[in-house]
T-cell receptor, first 114, second 109 residues
Framework: DVKVTQSSRYLVKRTGEKVFLECVQD?????MFWYRQDPGLGLRLIYF???????EKGDIPEGYSVSREKKERFSLILESASTNQTSMYLC?????????????FGPGTRLTVT | RKEVEQDPGPFNVPEGATVAFNCTYS??????FFWYRQDCRKEPKLLMS???SGNEDGRFTAQLNRASQYISLLIRDSKLSDSATYLC??????????FGGGTRLMVKP
């Protein structure tokens, strides 16, 4: 059974704090993604990685960075959290190229920045 | 204008009803399309792919109309367990997925 896990289900941080969101997948997938999901806006891609140490910006990378030191782990970093980064963060993984449409998502981290 | 647009709903239907959702996309270069399902407080999961010729999976039928740039999902004989948010997804030329905002379906007994 495929599995994507995220380090926290709920997180509350203060403005200006550095925040780390961790994601681990056990499917040996090449691709990993970070999205945020906001009501009415759907899922928006923040960053993705198609290989270890590789990363590409998505549609809304501002204020975020990522790290992929191992194939199974993809971290999202909020350098200085702001209230407009309050959101549900979803990590996903997939096989490469033609199979990119079948993404497996983690349960999400609901982040509140106060 | 959003690249993939959906009516947010909710669509409230009785058990056994047939319900259809539409989704429109603005990027004519979009290569392929999919429906994902997201249960309340859960992660999205792939439901089915959408082909121009239509794609049927049990009670679910997905259709693509490239000329009018819309995708549809038809659910026949609705079950309580079909209650969820349905996300319309387009795959672009860069291979990335663009998600719509989702349409919420509530099936009532």
């Amino acid at each position: 059974d495929v599995k994507v896990t995220q380090s926290s289900r709920y997180l509350v941080k203060r403005t200006g704090e550095k925040v780390f969101l961790e994601c681990v997948q056990d499917m040996d997938h090449e691709n990993m993604f970070w999205y945020r999901q906001d009501p009415g806006l759907g899922l928006r891609l923040i960053y993705f990685s198609y290989d270890v140490k590789m990363k590409e910006k998505g549609d809304i990378p501002e204020g975020y960075s990522v790290s992929r030191e191992k194939k199974e782990r993809f971290s999202l970093i909020l350098e200085s959290a702001s209230t407009n980064q309050t959101s549900m963060y979803l990590c996903a993984s997939s096989l490469p190229q033609a199979y990119i449409y079948e993404q497996y998502f983690g349960p999400g981290t609901r982040l509140t920045v106060t | 204008r959003k690249e993939v647009e959906q009516d947010p709903g909710p669509f409230n239907v009785p058990e056994g009803a047939t319900v259809a959702f539409n989704c429109t996309y603005s990027n004519s270069a979009s290569q392929s399309f999919f429906w994902y399902r997201q249960d309340c407080r859960k992660e999205p999961k792939l439901l089915m792919s959408v082909y121009s010729s239509g794609n049927e999976d049990g009670r679910f039928t997905a259709q693509l109309n490239r000329a009018s740039q819309y995708i549809s999902l038809l659910i026949r004989d609705s079950k309580l367990s079909d209650s969820a948010t349905y996300l319309c997804v387009a795959r672009g030329a860069g291979n990335m997925l663009t998600f719509g905002g989702g349409t919420r379906l509530m099936v009532k007994p």
